[in-house]
């Protein structure tokens, strides 16, 4: 079932080969807001992919305070690693909002990657350039102060690709979650960062 795959991938999404997937067996479902993909220790089972909408990525104290490891949004997938080694999952999945993901199951996945060598380097391009990117961000949260480490969380949220103004769809207690903040520490220096017009803060959203 080997397909020809465009291997330019500087602007690449996974979503530029849904075709592929769903000839391989993948499913599309619906999750609602909210809604657990699967939970931590459970085993992985399947590949996936954002169709639409956003997942976080998170681990919960026995105090119930969540650590958020990461979020995911349209065009990338997540909860690799352990499903490349056959492994269990080290975090909880659940959707931020109500989402469309795309399923392919673990054996799919690797017939998938078996008969097309071209998009295992897609792949792998990409989940470098994920880690990589994450690596930086730790490295930005762990070495600024608390107005910096806010600000690094902004622009890897908002990415390159405007200059304009975009909505940041996370709440402060989730921004609070990934940097290690408290999330009052957070509302003041937004506030701060607004009275300095470095945000905008509309019915109570965070635009940067």
């Given at each position: 079932m080997m397909i020809a795959i465009n291997t330019k991938t500087e602007?690449?999404?996974l979503l530029d080969y849904y075709d592929l997937?769903?000839?391989y067996g993948a499913v599309q479902k619906l999750y609602k807001k909210n809604e657990i993909i699967f939970n931590e220790d459970d085993w992985a089972g399947f590949f996936y992919i954002i169709v639409e909408g956003s997942v976080r990525m998170f681990n919960r104290n026995e105090e119930g305070?969540?650590?958020?490891?990461?979020?995911?949004?349209?065009?990338?997938?997540?909860?690799?690693?352990?499903?490349?080694?056959?492994?269990k999952y080290p975090t909880t999945a659940a959707c931020i909002k109500d989402s469309v993901l795309l399923k392919l199951s673990r054996d799919h996945f690797f017939h998938l990657l078996k008969e097309n060598p071209n998009f295992q380097m897609i792949f792998l391009k990409i989940l470098s350039k994920r880690i990589i990117g994450k690596a930086k961000s730790s490295?930005?949260?762990?070495?600024?102060?608390?107005?910096?480490?806010?600000?690094?969380f902004l622009n890897a949220q908002k990415g390159s690709k405007t200059k304009e103004r975009v909505l940041i769809s996370y709440t402060r207690q989730e921004i609070a979650n990934f940097t290690g903040l408290r999330v009052e520490t957070v509302i003041r220096i937004c506030s701060k960062l607004k009275n300095e017009k470095v945000i905008d803060i509309i019915d109570h959203k965070i635009y940067f």
């Open positions: 602007t690449s999404t997937f769903i000839n305070k969540e650590f958020i490891q990461g979020y995911f949004t349209t065009g990338q997938s997540f909860g690799e690693p352990p499903l490349l080694i056959n492994e490295k930005d949260i762990i070495n600024q102060n608390t107005k910096q480490k806010i600000i690094s």
